[in-house]
């Protein structure tokens, strides 16, 4: 009798410890979740409409005025050019990125040659070269070239640009 009511606890125990297991939350019924999460949101979409809103959600958003702006805050610093430039303003207007000067200057030698004389080559402390197209102590004024550049730009730009880096 003893016997069976240890037989029984026993059982009664491994089917607990059992189901306690089955139970538990693990990373990977998290990740499938998230993916069935994702999926559902994105439904309708096309590979590349995802892919915009991406690019789009990683330059922060300001409000200017009642309007959108994408404007993002870096510490960057003026590079010095030949001829010499005076030092950037508060607000730029970024309209490509590169790893390496010589890309940029080209792309900030064709924005010249297409009117925009007030051009600026960036670089923060990561060595990334900012291309602006120009500069201003005016948030008013960048976002006027910002809307300018929207519409017809003299240079290929990829998304996020152009927008607005404001220098602290």
Partial sequence: ???????IQTILLAAA?????CCKTSEENYKKAYQA???????GYTEE??????REEAIPR???????????GAYVNSVKLDPPVAAASRYNVIVATFKQKFN???VLDRLRDSGYDDGRLLIDRDQTYYVAASTTDTLARAVETLRQLQKSSPVAMKSPCPYILRRP
């Fill in 49 to 54: 409409e995802i892919l915009n809103m991406a």
């Fill in 1 to 7: 009798m003893v016997n069976h009511k240890r037989l």
């Fill in 37 to 43: 999460a994702i999926e559902k949101q994105n439904e």
């Fill in 62 to 72: 300001a409000v200017f005025n009642g309007d959108s702006i994408p404007m993002k």
């Fill in 104 to 106: 940029a200057m080209s």
């Fill in 17 to 21: 410890a059992v189901t306690l297991h």
